[in-house]
């Protein structure tokens, strides 16, 4: 057996880890979802070790995967509100069980007798794993200018799209860029009425919106099974649920249904293959984080950490509020937030969003920028800068009120930088064409993994071109993403 140093190794993954951004404590207000309790945290890592060796793939040889899908799906569709007949499969992430709902809808269309190719219409503000899905199962995606003040769906611009060939409406509970929550009631009924599916992308909003109510205290619209007419929902555990990554939901109302997302064959050699979902061979870790997540904390668990993200959100949405030459994006529902220019006050008077989330990480904040977007309709969502909050923000909102109300004074007035500079040195254009190698190498590289992976991943992107500190972003940020 070779010796190895494991000390050595681990302390080599340790420096890398320190020049990650922090994981933990509410600095980075995206992709990570700190609930801020560390026994859950040790629970999870304990979990995850106990099955380390495990191989999701077979249920019927590794029995504790069955058991511990069947109660967090148990969970979850209790959440939700489904009946008997929903059923679900815990996924790897967000995308899986985008990509499962699209595949399912796009089967069960052809089945219905759906011929050529399938349409998937859904508002512009859908999650980019749509675009995936409909890229990767040949779809038409069939996007809906939303408000381009608010980013609101007009539920009648998108029920006049349905037709013969729409395998799927999407709507979100709510959308990640302006956090609006999709008027899910409105289009299920009209999907209903023409035999279309609905999948309801709660991915971000899924375990939280649950136990979320609006700003005036009163309840929200409905969103989840109990809307007639919607066919799946998606909610992400390694979101507010607070689980490592690689952990879903996808829920299917319908037995039938859900058979449309698996895959079967005994067309080959060797075993049986039946999945439920994309992989094969998977891990069971971040299942069994979610599974131990959700014994401890249960309903009640999740209601506290949700109500202090909402008293959080609300004390940053009366903070945002009020700093001249910033406004919040329509109306958001959940913990999650967008924030543009105020264009009501004077040119002098504005903040740009992402001058003010480059002050901001100045000061130790990680904001995340979203570029904006020319609609179909000839009109523009504004760039924005997106705010994720999760149950650690609200012990530092001072803090952090502090450092948005300074950043914001820095830059009012200063016009915004160059556009490209959102997506640094990444090609434009870049949506939907198929990648040159040149391009994918030259993508590789600005997000830092070409080469032999020696590169920090946070070079710097700026470049001659923008000369004044105020419209230079000291730093790149991944172009996607949450
Ligand atoms: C995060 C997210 C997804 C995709 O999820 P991943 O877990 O990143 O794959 C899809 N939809 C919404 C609304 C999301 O917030």
Same mark, same amino acid.
């Given at each position: ?44 890592? !304990?979990?995850? #070790? ?57 089967? *069960? ?29 040949? %779809? ?44 899910? =009631? ?35 619209? $409905? ?27 996808? $829920? &299917?109302?319908? #037995?039938?249904? !859900? ?40 309903? #009640? ?22 700093? +001249? ?17 105020? +264009? ?6 504005? *903040?740009?969003? @992402? @001058? ?9 904040? &990680?904001? &995340?920028? &979203? ?9 523009? %969502? ?12 609200? !012990?530092?909102?001072? +803090?952090? =009120?502090?450092? $948005? ?32 190698? +040149? ?5 590789? =590289? ?37």
């Amino acid at each position: 057996m070779v010796a190895f140093d494991s000390a050595a190794i681990l302390s080599r993954l340790a420096a890398l880890r320190a020049g990650d951004a922090p994981t933990h404590g509410g600095r980075v207000l995206s992709y990570v979802y700190d609930s801020g309790l560390a026994e859950v945290d040790e629970l999870a890592a !304990q979990a995850v #070790r106990l099955v380390q060796p495990v191989n999701g793939l077979d249920p019927t040889t590794f029995t504790s995967v069955a058991v511990m899908e069947r109660e967090v799906i148990g969970f979850a569709r209790e959440l939700l509100h489904g009946a008997d007949d929903v059923v679900g499969s815990v996924t790897t992430g967000g995308t899986e069980s985008c990509l499962l709902a699209v595949k399912t809808a796009r089967d *069960v269309w052809r089945a219905a007798g759906g011929t050529g190719r399938a349409r998937l219409i859904a508002p512009v503000t859908v999650h980019a794993a749509f675009h995936k899905a409909a890229h990767y199962f040949d %779809l038409e995606l069939d996007l809906v200018p939303v408000d381009p003040a608010t980013g609101a769906l007009d539920p009648d611009a998108l029920i006049a799209r349905l037709g013969p060939d729409v395998a799927l409406a999407v709507v979100s509970a709510p959308s990640y860029p302006f956090a609006g929550l999709d008027p899910v =009631e409105v289009v299920a009924a009209a999907c209903d009425d023409a035999g279309v599916a609905c999948h309801v992308d709660g991915c971000i909003g899924g375990w939280i919106l649950p136990f979320w109510r609006a700003a005036d205290g009163s309840p929200l619209p $409905l969103w989840d099974f109990r809307v007639p007419g919607v066919t799946s929902v998606s909610a992400d555990l390694h979101k507010f649920g607070y689980a490592p990554k690689g952990a879903s939901v996808l $829920l &299917q109302r319908g #037995r039938d249904r !859900q058979r449309t997302q698996y895959f079967a064959t005994t067309g080959w050699p060797g075993y049986p293959v039946v999945n439920p979902t994309m992989l094969g061979s998977k891990s069971a870790g971040a299942l069994a984080a979610s599974w131990a997540i959700v014994q401890a904390l249960g309903a #009640r668990g999740f209601a506290e950490l949700a109500e202090s993200c909402r008293r959080a959100t609300a004390a940053l949405t009366d903070i945002i509020s009020d700093i +001249e030459g910033l406004r919040i994006v329509g109306d958001p529902v959940g913990p999650l937030l967008a924030v543009a220019t105020d +264009e009501s006050v004077p040119e002098d008077r504005r *903040v740009d969003p @992402h @001058h003010w989330a480059d002050r901001a990480h100045r000061r130790g904040w &990680q904001l &995340q920028l &979203q570029p904006g977007l020319a609609q179909a309709d000839g009109t523009r %969502l504004p760039h924005t800068t997106h705010l994720t909050i999760t149950p650690v923000t609200e !012990q530092r909102v001072d +803090e952090l =009120e502090a450092a $948005l109300r300074a950043s914001a004074d820095e830059v009012r007035g200063v016009p915004r930088a160059d556009a490209s500079a959102v997506l640094g040195a990444l090609p434009s254009g870049l949506a939907d064409a198929p990648l040159d190698s +040149e391009t994918a190498a030259g993508l590789l =590289e600005a997000i830092g993994l070409a080469g032999s992976g020696m590169r920090p991943a946070r070079v710097s992107r700026t470049s001659s071109r923008r000369s004044s500190p105020s419209s230079r972003p000291s730093r790149r940020r991944s172009p996607s993403g949450c």
